[in-house]
């Protein structure tokens, strides 16, 4: 008995120190993508819009990228665009997550009618496809910033709220949230001060993923013609407008391609190290 309780907690100590491990590893390629979004305009070494004579140029030692069919700098794009990128991706899962752990928290602690009323309506939107959601919402609104963030958190609110919800049917009927009721606590305070804080574990998790996924979707709705209008750049715009060009110009499709895997696989190794070191799955 000892030596299986030695070896659960060895194991249970070694996904910790992995969970460490990647966490690290996830938040130094965030910060990375942080520092070029936040200096884009400072470290691209032209102006995004900037065109030359050399159109579909190969690399060199002024275009370390080389240039797309109207001769801008790949790489001063590719820069620039994933301010755009992520901005849209980031601004968008922060509203879902607003939304999500609003309609989450008063879907599970109130339950009841309230409960059914607000998760049917989620199963709604829930019931679409993701990608065929967003297309059809930000075709109905137009292809701006703002409307993206709003066509994605529209998209991504249904899962944030499940994700919120399902800990908190559990946590509510733990001995010290029925010990703060009993005292005549608030109900606000309560949720804020005895349920939120130990939810946040799965609530941090899923958010990373989010943003992997929403990396995937602001692209292909971009690549689709969908994303923000010309002349801002994009990832998803350079890859529709260089996909003509890829057996000549190969690198027009590959940085930004690299780009895109870049950005959701950080937010996937976060999420994977979250899950390790915060031991998600305990709240029951």
Do not use: C
Not at 70 to 83: A, T, Y
Not at 140 to 150: D, E, K, R, S
Request: aromatic share 6%; hydrophobic share 55%; glycine share 8%.
């Amino acid at each position: 008995m000892q030596d299986s309780v030695s070896v659960v907690a060895a194991r249970k100590r070694a996904g910790i120190t992995q969970g460490w491990l990647l966490l690290g590893l996830g938040l130094a390629m965030l910060a990375a993508m942080l520092v070029l979004t936040i200096f884009a305009p400072l470290l691209a070494p032209y102006s995004p819009s900037a065109t030359s004579p050399d159109s579909l140029a190969p690399a060199s030692a002024a275009h370390w990228l080389g240039t797309d069919s109207i001769g801008r700098d790949v790489l001063s794009r590719l820069i620039v665009g994933g301010r755009t990128t992520l901005l849209i991706t980031v601004s968008a899962v922060l509203v879902a997550l607003v939304a999500g752990l609003i309609l989450g928290l008063a879907a599970g602690y109130l339950g009841g009618r309230i409960d059914d009323i607000i998760m049917r309506l989620l199963d709604v939107v829930f019931a679409f496809p993701v990608l065929l959601l967003a297309i059809a919402v930000v075709a109905a609104l137009g292809p701006t910033v703002p409307n993206l963030i709003l066509t994605i958190a529209i998209v991504y609110t249904p899962a944030m709220a499940r994700v919120v919800r399902a800990p908190v049917l559990s946590v509510k009927q733990w001995d010290h949230v029925e010990a703060a009721r009993s005292v005549g606590m608030s109900e606000m305070r309560l949720v804020l001060r005895h349920i939120l804080p130990i939810v946040v574990s799965p609530i941090l998790v899923a958010t990373s993923l989010t943003l992997s996924q929403t990396i995937f979707t602001v692209t292909a709705l971009s690549f689709l013609g969908l994303g923000p209008p010309p002349p801002d750049p994009n990832w998803g715009g350079m890859l529709s407008e260089a996909r003509q060009f890829m057996e000549l110009a190969p690198l027009t499709v590959v940085g930004p391609a690299l780009a895109i895997v870049f950005a959701t696989l950080t937010f996937i190794i976060i999420a994977n190290g979250l899950r390790e070191v915060l031991d998600v799955g305990s709240v029951r």
